[in-house]
């Protein structure tokens, strides 16, 4: 499946790339951080394979779902919002620490960012990723070349699967939401782009909160961007 096939022909004048589990395996450095953040409230570490299902909705969420792991079901009442705001600023100290040691680009991101950017394809990231941590990673990864513009989690007062960052994106690119296609790995990508009213396609390859993607039903799945070229 191309690009132009699933824009009615026509070649897209912008694609938004959401960052976790598309361009960026960063499971490995979330679930250190999160074990780490695990052990210094005195709970016992859980895994990169448990992590997994818990990624897409940004860090709050994560360190949601990971307390109510550790906690249990017969524990999970008691925790509060103090409890919550206390482990999500160790998590992001540990995060901060390990976000880039051992995150790698996906197999074929780099070729195929740098042939839309050789078309002049504008681009840009869509994440829930929180601002202080998107930018380091697009940086680190010498992505910013391509993906000059970068809507965060905390960009907006909303973030997917509201199409509020997907509509500002568009609006950075100078670019008709309509002619633009998201690319993605999770239904939040599925269901902004839909409220966005553009195409959402999906690498087979992401988290997706430990679902298959093919459930929720984007308007295309590759197992690698360069597909899309």
């Known amino acids: 499946m191309t690009l132009k096939q699933l824009c009615g022909g026509t070649a897209p004048a912008a694609l938004l790339f959401d960052l976790d589990g598309t361009l960026l395996d960063s499971l490995p450095d979330l679930a250190t951080a999160i074990d780490r953040m695990l052990i210094e409230l005195g709970y016992a570490a859980v895994g990169a394979q448990r992590v997994h299902g818990w990624i897409g909705d940004g860090a709050r969420q994560l360190v949601h779902e990971a307390l ?31 976000c880039t040691d051992r995150s790698r680009l996906f197999a074929g991101v780099r070729e195929a960012l740098a042939v839309w950017g050789e078309r002049g394809v504008a681009m840009a990231c869509v994440t829930n990723k929180s601002a202080r941590f998107t930018e380091p990673l697009l940086e680190h990864f010498a992505l910013q070349e391509w993906l000059p513009i970068a809507v965060s989690g905390d960009t907006l007062a909303q973030r997917k699967p509201a199409a509020a960052p997907l509509l500002f994106a568009c609006e950075r690119l100078g670019v008709d939401p309509q002619h633009a296609v998201m690319i993605g790995d999770s239904r939040n990508d599925v269901l902004a782009a839909r409220a966005a009213g553009m195409p959402a396609v999906c690498v087979s390859y992401g988290y997706n909160h430990g679902r298959s993607i093919a459930a929720e039903t984007p308007d295309g799945i590759v197992d690698s961007l360069l597909e899309l070229l």
């Open 68 to 98: 109510s792991f550790a906690l249990g079901e017969t524990d999970v009442d008691r925790l509060n919002d103090a409890m919550l705001e206390r482990a999500l600023g160790i998590y992001m100290r540990h995060y901060a620490d390990c």
